[in-house]
């Protein structure tokens, strides 16, 4: 059997030493452009909150600026982008106790965003020694901002300090108290009628009405989802236009009645 015999081919081995040297310049450009995007700075920080379908947020643009401005010493503004930790940036705005996710990213045009979801307040607390705070949905304790105060319901009177323990354990007066506040909540209907709780001296709650000057008697937070439904059955199929002036008392700490006493005519 005869040797194969080999011809050199001038053409192909100068295509292939330019396609090497094509490829070579390829990825030379590809590190070229990755470390000069890595060397660029930032340009604009935006920051968008999202006011969860309400008006106005406890929290503004410059809140978060200044949070991240007192942590690292600058706002993230002409920084190098590697120098940009962008999950120590989350991070630190998720431990804020009026935020509650965040999200921060960097895109092609080296914007730096911040994304932030606050929290929601249900209900304002002003306890028995005075300290005067606000609850979120989640009982997450959140303090008194200067930018809003938003109209929600009001607990006052002999109401104990916060604990930690107290929603870990899900047990006490406060805890009740927050779980009767969100209920009310949820309901828009409820909502729009009931303006306070006063927790009395036994422990026992008041409710004080957005419209008329009658005092609701609920009692102990016991069982407090029956006696919402019967405030409602009554509000709804018991009490007319005049009624919101006639009545003094609306008692719910009767099982399956709702007792009402009317004001005496002077």
């Known amino acids: 059997m005869g040797k194969r015999i080999s011809y050199y081919d001038p053409a192909k081995t100068v295509k292939q030493v330019l396609l090497a040297l094509l490829g070579i310049a390829l990825f030379a450009m590809l590190i070229a452009a990755a470390v000069t995007i890595r060397n660029k700075n930032s340009s604009v920080v935006e920051i968008n909150i999202d006011t969860l379908g309400e008006s106005k947020s406890m929290l503004v643009e410059k809140d978060i600026s200044n949070i ?6 600058f706002d993230l503004v002409g920084i190098p982008i590697q120098d940009i930790d962008v999950l120590s940036v989350e991070n630190l705005l998720k431990n804020v106790p009026h935020i509650k996710d965040a999200n921060v990213f960097i895109d092609a045009l080296n914007k730096v965003h911040v994304d932030v979801v ?24 959140l303090p008194i901002s200067a930018n809003f105060t938003p109209r929600v319901l009001v607990a006052h009177g002999f109401v104990p300090q916060y604990h930690d323990m107290n929603f870990q354990e899900k ?22 009628q009931l303006d306070q709780i006063y927790i009395n001296k036994k ?14 008697k609920f009692g102990s937070l016991d069982d407090f989802d029956w006696k919402l439904e019967k405030l409602m059955a009554f509000y709804k199929n018991g009490i007319s236009y005049k009624g919101w002036k006639t009545y003094q008392t609306i008692d719910l700490r009767f099982d399956n009645q709702v007792v009402c006493d009317k004001k005496i005519k002077s």
């Open 171 to 192: 047990k006490g007066t406060l805890y009740d108290i927050y779980q009767l506040g969100l209920t009310i909540n949820k309901d828009p209907f409820l909502t729009a």
């Open 118 to 141: 606050p929290r929601k307040a249900i209900l304002r607390i002003v306890d028995e020694n005075g300290s005067n705070y606000f609850l979120d949905e989640d009982g997450i304790r």
């Open 203 to 216: 422990g026992e709650a008041e409710l004080i009405p957005k419209i008329g000057d009658h005092e609701i």
């Open 68 to 73: 991240i401005e007192r942590t690292y010493g």
